[in-house]
């Protein structure tokens, strides 16, 4: 059934040593981020649109009236609190409800509206009349699968007539057995037992195919040869629908395997810029010195909230014990604290409880926090290579228009590596990163 226990999602423990980088994986940061989101992210660049059939005008839809839902459904979209759609949505909507149906691929970062669009389209294809499996979804984990039932569940809220199921680990039907629900939402695995080994329903019967999370998928092994495999098994005819928060060649080449003659839609992202960031970097000796530097800092300058970025875990929790000490409040997010634990750090943060957020990769991208303004690289971001990572440096210090007040970045330097990767980032960007001598610290303001 849909009643899962929420408490039994937490992430995957890293098996990292203490002393390696504290990287996040691809589907752990999904996942945090859509528990995280409250609300959706609103863009103001538009869609850009590929391959358009001439045959069929793509319209676009200002309300949710306009697409013409059954009124069960309808109501369960307002009872979500969702007033009108969002951009992606006001474009892949018509086309995902359209008759004939039309395959998609679309893309856009997370937040944006997707789940929300594909499980409108997934829940209105589907006829209660017919007790078998008609939607498949398909999604990388099974915690992301969760969610994504969850939203289906919502959002069928006054059609008690549609039933659905999650295929993955721990839900188990007996052999012999045929499924009569009408959606199932689950992982390659799962979905390729039940469909494909087993027989437990006729994959000829499915209408809508539904491959979310595509860039987590292609990221875990096997799995995209399992998707393919339960691909092959679907007639034509199905509706083939395809989403990733990004669009990189790999990403591509898999889409252009599942979904034949897509309609392709972009939504452009709000790029991230350091224009309104002063970049400064301090030269020191030791750790000790580093941790001196911050508090000159603090000493001189009013700062409304800061977040520090270690490269390790052990220099994350060394630094925030030195900093409790002398009796700054500080915040440490970090790998090893479960989902439930990084919300309750990052919602204190945001309510303005811990002035200092100490924290390693595991999300350079995704704090908006409008009221941080001093961003401090205690270790410069690097690679594998150990060369200059300028994508990490841009989330970590870089705003977006929405959060467009000015900020203060202050890298902190010492070794010679650490100085060529600073150098090298500033050479990336073209944007001089100064000198601060933090004795005379009067002038950063
Ligand atoms: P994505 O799949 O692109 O990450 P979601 O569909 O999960 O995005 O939507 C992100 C957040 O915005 C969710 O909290 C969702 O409930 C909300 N949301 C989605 N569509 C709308 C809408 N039309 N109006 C208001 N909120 C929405």
């Not at 006001?90 to 789940?115: R, V, Y």
């Not at 188990?172 to 689950?186: A, N, Q, S």
């Not at 580093?290 to 009013?302: D, E, F, P, S």
Request: contains cysteine; proline residues 4%.
């Amino acid at each position: 059934g849909l009643g899962l226990n929420k408490s039994i999602i937490s992430l995957n423990q890293t098996t990292d040593s203490e002393e390696s980088a504290d990287n996040a994986n691809p589907a752990d940061t999904s996942l945090l981020m859509k528990i995280i989101r409250q609300g959706l992210v609103e863009s103001k660049l538009d869609i850009e649109i590929q391959r358009k059939d001439p045959n069929s005008p793509l319209y676009s839809v200002k309300t949710f009236e306009a697409l013409h839902l059954k009124p069960n459904l309808l109501k369960g979209v307002y009872a979500m609190g969702f007033n009108a759609p969002s951009k992606i949505q006001e474009t892949a909507l018509p086309t995902l409800l359209a008759d004939p149906p039309q395959n998609m691929i679309a893309q856009s970062q997370s937040g944006t509206g997707k789940t929300a669009a594909f499980v409108l389209a997934m829940l209105s294809r589907v006829d209660p009349t017919k007790n078998y499996p008609q939607v498949l979804c398909l999604s990388p984990t099974y915690e992301l699968a969760i969610q994504t039932g969850e939203v289906a569940a919502k959002m069928a809220k006054f059609c008690p007539e549609i039933k659905l199921k999650y295929a993955v680990r721990g839900e188990e039907v007996p052999r012999g057995t045929k499924i009569t629900d009408h959606i199932l939402i689950g992982t390659p695995g799962k979905m390729m037992d039940w469909g494909v080994r087993f027989g437990m329903f006729d994959m000829n019967k499915i209408k809508v195919f539904v491959l979310d999370e595509a860039d987590v998928m292609i990221d875990r092994q096997g799995h995209q040869d399992q998707c393919i495999r339960i691909h092959k098994c679907l007639p034509t005819t199905c509706q083939m629908m395809f989403f990733s928060a990004t669009y990189d060649t790999a990403v591509m080449e898999f889409a252009e395997i599942i979904v034949p003659n897509p309609i392709i839609i972009r939504l452009l992202r709000e790029e991230e810029s350091l224009d309104n960031i002063k970049q400064y970097y301090v030269k020191c000796k030791s750790p000790e010195e580093k941790y001196t530097a911050i508090c000159n800092i603090y000493g001189v300058i009013t700062i409304g909230q800061a977040i520090i970025f270690c490269h390790t875990r052990k220099t994350a929790s060394w630094l925030s014990e030195k900093m409790s000490s002398d009796g700054h409040s500080v915040a440490v997010l970090s790998g090893e604290l479960t989902v439930e634990q990084r919300i309750a750090v990052l919602d204190r943060f945001r309510a303005g409880l811990e002035k200092v957020l100490i924290t390693t990769n595991v999300l350079s991208r995704g704090i908006d926090v409008e009221q941080v303004t001093l961003v401090v690289n205690f270790d410069m971001p690097m690679d594998l290579d150990r060369k200059a990572d300028c994508e990490t440096y841009l989330h970590r210090i870089g705003r977006t228009g929405r959060f467009g007040k000015a900020g203060i970045a202050i890298n902190l330097i010492d070794s010679s590596l650490a100085m060529q990767i600073c150098s090298d980032i500033e050479a990336h960007f073209g944007k001089k990163i100064q000198l601060l001598d933090i004795e005379d610290a009067e002038e950063i303001e």
